[in-house]
């Protein structure tokens, strides 16, 4: 299996989520949950009304970086995260205790728990 990473530009970002959208298809996350592994965060508008900066309004996508040196790998008790054969961080479902502690450890908050499988993603 090839690793792929997804580029993405923010400066043309316009939040229409379709990155998102993409992302969930492509890793079987359900369309409308909270969930993802690619989200947009936006800078919000400075000033105060009504002498509002709307240029000021940026989206910021974001998303896992597959660490070479993972922080949320290494303070893994049970070591459920593992890199597959290809560098990609992974979540082993049969050994993952729901700890949190690689949720707290991710510098990219990319981690979340997925319901399906009741562990961390």
Known sequence: MARY??????????????????CKEENGILLGANEHRIWVATEEIRGTFPNLDIGSNTFYPGQCQHCENAPCQSVCPTNATFYDANGVVRVDPDRCIL???CMNACPYDARYIDDRTNTID
Do not use: G, T
């Open 99 to 101: 700890c949190s502690y």
């Open 5 to 22: 990473a997804m580029a993405l530009d923010y400066k043309n970002c316009i939040n229409c989520k379709a990155c998102e959208s993409a």
